[in-house]
């Protein structure tokens, strides 16, 4: 039950009412018999919100599109990985001091290695925005060889270059142990669209799609007929939650209940739809 002792963390962005993120906090809070809860709030101006936050005391607030990297000089501090990424998707308000981290480099991490091992290993990245640098700058403090391919040359070419990675001109790269879709196609209403020709793909090779609505994706489809061994979306957004919800509260929450709640969710919305 609510009650004014009730500690106050949330969701800003726009859009954000279709967001798991209350799903994961809520039901990790009530686990830990902690009395907090998780709002999601969707923001229109950053710099009334930033204040908001400060006026209402808010605890703790997760940062998603389109605010990750403008959120930035807003903050206090900002953890020196996070600066590197250039992207804060995590807030901790310690005592009005807002400090911005990045979980989503850690979440997507966690999430290949529970099924690959990384250094040394070849990996395309699709995409250049701010997954994309998270994903990059991770693959790369653990070893990988990162290719770059993005619509926009130009954006490919700038990550390349600012974390030491290659990048794709044209065409496809043959030889790669991982893909990567740091890319929206795919995702609802697009589900019907693949990133990549299933040609481009090879059995044995890890193929990891970080959308997660739907959860299987046409990309993810086509890899697990040809052979390859897959990783949806669920598992990097279920680890990246796992780390916030540490330094927000210095517990470590189960990451195979986050996802079962998730697949739960996403199970129950689906059955709604149809």
């Known amino acids: 039950m609510l009650s004014s002792n009730t500690l106050i963390y949330g969701i800003i962005g726009n859009p954000v009412r279709h967001s798991l993120s209350p799903i994961i906090h809520n039901r990790a809070f009530r ?34 599109i389109p605010f990750k990297s403008e959120v930035i000089s807003y903050l206090d501090e900002v953890e020196p990985t996070a600066k590197k990424i250039k992207a804060v998707n995590t807030i901790l308000n310690n005592e009005g001091v807002l400090i911005g981290y990045n979980t989503d480099w850690i979440g997507a991490i966690e999430a290949l290695k529970e099924m690959t091992d ?14 994309a640098r998270a994903v990059a700058y991770g693959l790369k403090e653990s070893g990988s060889h990162v290719i770059i391919k993005n ?9 390349a270059e600012e974390f030491g990675c290659m990048y794709l001109e044209n065409g496809l790269i043959w ?56 990783i949806d979306g669920l598992s990097m957004l279920a680890h990246q939650a796992a780390f916030q919800f540490r330094l927000w509260t210095g517990i470590q929450p189960n990451i195979r209940e986050i996802k079962n709640d998730l697949k ?10 149809d």
């Open 118 to 131: 990384l250094d040394g290993k070849r990996v395309l990245i699709l995409g250049a925005g701010g997954s």
């Open 175 to 230: 030889g790669v142990d991982i893909l990567i879709n740091c890319t929206p196609v795919g995702m609802y209403p697009m589900e019907k669209e693949t990133p990549l020709p299933k040609e481009a793909l090879r059995e044995g090779m890890v193929v990891m799609d970080l959308v997660y609505h739907p959860l299987r994706t046409r990309l993810l489809k086509e890899a697990e007929e040809i052979g390859c061994k897959t």
């Open 151 to 159: 619509r926009s040359l130009s954006k490919a070419k700038e990550l």
């Open 31 to 64: 686990r830990i018999g902690k009395d907090a809860v998780y709002l999601t709030f969707e923001v229109n101006d950053l710099h009334d919100a930033i204040k908001g936050i400060r006026a209402l005391g808010i605890r703790g607030v997760s940062v998603t």
């Open 264 to 273: 739960e969710a996403l199970e129950r919305n689906k059955n709604e739809r």
